[in-house]
Structure formats: structure tokens, C-alpha cells
């Protein structure tokens, strides 16, 4: 889960805030809605979240409510949407946006959909990235793939009701009396009409007006992505302007150009920094298959303090996480991290690189080789194509590089084997001394290792999708042959 940007004792004392999609999540059968708060309420207790829930907000084409169910959720506080059917994912995500506007972390938000894992993942997760609330997520079914939002709690909808059935109904008559006092209201979202009466609710939803309003002015149907009309390259905000710098470069991806003279990499991306506004120190890792990279390569970046460290295709996307989470562990946050790789390629390497980022104050910057086709789902306050980053004020750099190899040295860039001893092989110390271990026979020994175990995880694989696909389309294929 990690800890919050602002503390996890803060965490669970902070408002919290519910948007609901009755149609994704409905209320079962016989159930009483004046108890989807206290469920609720007691679900975050059992978590050891305390803070008062400020709003319970139920979205979805209320034609379809019984009145007697608007009573039970109007009782508990708890505020009714009517939307129409197409329109409840856009309205729902429309209205999470203005309350994050208005209010400020630390909160909790929870989210009741099916649609978390769909169509407002990536844009609440790029909003994540930039100021994190708690998250809390419920769905009727659970996600097939992998979501990209970092939660603190996630539960099945009617799992979330039934857990905390016991001793709910004793306390519904009291609590409903408090929420009485509240402004709770019913809400029609295409006419923008609120009262707190069910019946005259529901008198409005039938009238000719609403009618006439919602064939006339359809609201909008598709989610609106805030954040991708968001600029690149943003000036270094204060906390993050003298942070500490940490790249993590994949050469396999973003390779020296031919020509280029390597001691220029470093003074480069400092360049670059130093046009945002970042003026902290620099740790540079470079990841490639060394026995293959031109010594003179290797010793141009050493010389300017760029770590080296050698993988294999295979397993590289892995070591760089894994130290990446190693060096966010050991620096303080605030911290700026820089990927230099083309990580929408790598959904193993980018997806927890979001969650981590959702959850630790990291600074993000990227760099690729091309542009990618689509957005990145993650945020980064700049990004470069690798070429490019490379070209900066070439003189200038040039002049730069000399002096910082004359001080730098290859004493002060790391040296390692990330095949060997699962990555966690010693610093060896020299050039001389790390290519002498690349060309050993238990290093050779160890490569054939892995790459035989990736090669056959990958027939596995493909093995168990095609049995998968026989399970579901043989029988037809032979129905419908015989047809």
C-alpha cells in the first residue's frame, strides 16, 4: 500500500468521500437501503479509518428506483443522482474532479463501479500522480486485468454489504435522525432540479419537462480525460528543485547514437535539468549488455561518474524496477526519478511504476526513442525523445564534459553484473575487473540459465492459452461444422 505523501495517521482521520453507480453495484434484492452507510461506515472502521464520511453520492437512472428505496437512502444521508444510463461514467468522473478541486488532500475517496478498472482508470491515475488521495474501490466484479490505481482497500460490492450486516439494523433508527439535519438531496442531473422529497422527485422525472430536457440536451456520454490537455515540461516546482536526481537508462531501448562521444550523456541530461529549474545531484545508471557495448563507450561513461550495469534483454525491465525501488527507498522523498526507456512498451515495468508513483512523492521525468502512439498513463513533469536530449546546446556541452572528466573518474561510477547472483552482485570496482567476470564460464553459465527459463515460461504460456481457447471454441467449431 505504502505510506501517504502526508502521513497515514493523517490518512485515516480525513473526510471521506463515496460515489456510487447503483447500476454497476445495485442494491441486492430485499436489502435495506438505509443500510449502505452503515455498511459502509463499518467497512472503513474495520480498517482503522475514522474520519467522517462526508458524502454518500448514488448515481443512476432513478425512473428505475422504487420510492421506498430513495426514502431508505435519503434517511441515512445519503444523496441520490438521476442520470441516464450512458451518461452515469462521464457524470460520476465529472463530479469526482470538481470535489478533488475542492477539496484539498489528505482525504479519502471511495469508488463503487465496475468502470474503475475501464474507463476512469487512466485519467484517475494520472490525477493521482500529481496529488493522491486515499483510494477506495468497490465493484460487483472483480477486474480481469491489472488496474494501474494504487488502493488502499478494495472489496466485492456485495461482500462489502453482507461482512457488515451484524448489528447494523440497531443502529439505523438512530442514525437516521442525525442525517435528517444534513442537506442531503435528490438530484436530477439532466435539469439540474434538487429537492429532498422521493415523491416529488419522482414526479419530476416523469413529466413531460424532464422528458423534453433530456431528449433535447443528451448529456455526454464519453468520460473527459482532464488531465490530457495537460503541457510537458513544467518549471521545477520548490520542493522538487534541489532534490536529488535519479536516472535509470535502458540502453537495449535508447542506445548511444553512432558518433556520439558517451562523456557528453551526463552533462547532457544536466543540461536538461538545468533549463526546468533542477539544480540537485545526479545519479546516473546505465543498463545494457556490456559484453557487446564498445569499451570505449563504457569507459567515456564511467569516466563521467554514469553507473553500468549489465543485463540481458530478458530480465532488464525487472533489475531496473527492482532498483529503482531500492534507490527510493534509501533517498528521503521528495525525489526526481528519470526513465529513459521506452516504457509503454513494457506494461510489467510501467504499470507498478504508476502505483509506485501514486504512492510516494517521486518526481517523474521520461525519456524514449520515439513518440508514443497514445499518452502515457504516466504523469511525468517532463519528458524528451532520446535523440533530441541528446542534441542540447551541444557546445556548451562539450566544454562541460572535458572538466567533469577530469574530476569525475571512473572511480565514482558503480560497476555491476545484474544476471549474476539475481542481480544483487557486488560493485566491481574497475572496467577491467567486470569485463574479466563477463567472460567467464559462470557467467556465460548463468545468461543460457535464464534465457532458457524465458524461453520456456513463454511456451508454458502459450501452451495454456492455446488449451484455453480449445475449451471455448472447439465445441462450437464441431457444432457448427456438422451444421
Not at 149 to 173: A, C, H, P, Q, V
Not at 433 to 455: D, G, K, M, P, W
Request: hydrophobic letters at 35%; proline letters at 5%; glycine letters at 6%.
Amino acid at each position: 500500500m505504502g505510506s501517504m505523501w502526508w502521513g497515514e495517521e493523517a490518512a485515516k482521520g480525513a473526510k471521506i468521500a463515496v460515489w456510487w453507480d447503483m447500476k454497476e453495484c445495485p442494491i441486492p434484492e430485499g436489502y435495506d437501503a438505509g443500510r449502505i452507510r452503515p455498511s459502509l461506515e463499518a467497512a472503513f472502521k474495520e480498517r482503522g479509518y475514522s474520519g467522517p464520511v462526508s458524502s454518500i453520492t448514488a448515481y443512476g437512472d432513478q425512473t428505475q428506483t422504487p420510492v421506498h428505496i430513495l426514502h431508505g437512502l435519503l434517511s441515512t444521508g445519503v444523496s441520490v443522482a438521476h442520470t441516464s444510463s450512458e451518461s452515469t461514467n462521464y457524470i460520476l468522473y465529472r463530479d469526482i474532479v470538481e470535489w478533488r478541486g475542492q477539496n484539498p488532500p489528505p482525504a479519502t475517496m471511495m469508488i463503487i463501479s465496475n468502470q474503475v478498472g475501464g474507463d476512469l482508470s487512466w485519467d484517475l491515475a494520472r490525477l493521482q500522480q500529481r496529488s493522491q488521495y486515499n483510494l477506495f474501490l468497490a465493484y460487483s466484479k472483480a477486474p480481469c486485468v491489472l488496474s494501474v490505481l494504487s488502493t488502499s482497500s478494495r472489496w466485492l460490492w456485495e461482500k462489502l454489504l453482507g461482512d457488515n450486516n451484524n448489528n447494523n439494523n440497531n443502529r439505523i433508527e438512530t442514525r437516521s435522525v442525525q442525517y435528517k439535519l444534513s442537506a442531503m438531496i435528490l438530484c436530477c442531473k439532466s435539469c439540474n432540479f434538487d429537492c429532498q422529497s422521493p415523491e416529488k422527485f419522482r414526479k419530476h422525472l416523469s413529466s413531460y419537462k424532464h422528458a423534453r430536457q433530456e431528449s433535447v440536451y443528451p448529456t455526454y456520454k464519453e468520460v473527459n480525460r482532464v488531465t490530457e490537455t495537460w503541457g510537458r515540461n513544467y518549471a521545477a516546482a520548490p520542493e522538487y528543485a534541489t532534490a536529488k536526481i535519479l536516472v535509470w537508462w535502458n540502453m537495449f531501448d535508447c542506445p548511444i547514437p553512432e558518433g556520439y562521444d558517451a562523456r557528453r550523456v551526463r552533462p547532457s541530461l544536466e543540461e536538461a535539468f538545468k533549463k526546468l529549474g533542477y539544480s540537485g545531484p545526479v545519479s546516473i545508471t546505465a543498463y545494457g549488455d556490456l559484453n557487446h557495448t564498445p569499451e570505449h563507450l563504457l569507459r567515456g561513461l564511467s569516466s563521467t561518474g554514469v553507473s553500468l550495469a549489465h543485463t540481458i534483454l530478458d530480465v532488464t525491465y525487472k533489475r531496473m524496477y527492482s532498483d529503482l525501488l531500492d534507490g527510493q527507498k534509501s533517498n528521503p522523498t521528495p525525489t526526481n526519478i528519470m526513465v529513459i526507456s521506452d516504457t509503454d512498451t513494457h506494461q510489467a515495468f510501467s504499470t507498478p511504476l504508476v502505483r509506485l508513483v501514486q504512492k510516494q512523492k517521486h518526481n517523474l521525468f521520461l525519456a524514449y526513442s520515439s513518440r508514443p502512439y497514445k499518452m502515457f498513463v504516466l504523469l511525468p513533469s517532463a519528458e524528451w525523445l532520446w535523440h533530441s536530449l541528446l542534441e542540447e546546446k551541444r557546445k556548451q556541452v562539450l566544454q562541460k564534459c572535458s572538466s567533469e572528466s577530469d574530476r569525475g573518474g571512473e572511480s565514482s561510477a558503480m560497476l555491476y553484473c545484474k544476471v549474476c547472483c539475481g542481480g544483487q552482485g557486488p560493485d566491481y570496482k574497475s572496467l577491467d575487473n567486470l569485463r574479466t567476470h563477463l567472460s567467464s564460464e559462470e557467467h556465460a553459465q548463468e545468461e543460457y540459465s535464464i534465457t532458457s527459463f524465458v524461453q520456456l515460461k513463454m511456451k508454458n504460456r502459450n501452451l495454456s492459452l492455446l488449451a484455453q481457447y480449445d475449451r471455448v471454441h472447439r465445441q462450437q467449431w464441431r457444432q457448427a461444422s456438422f451444421s
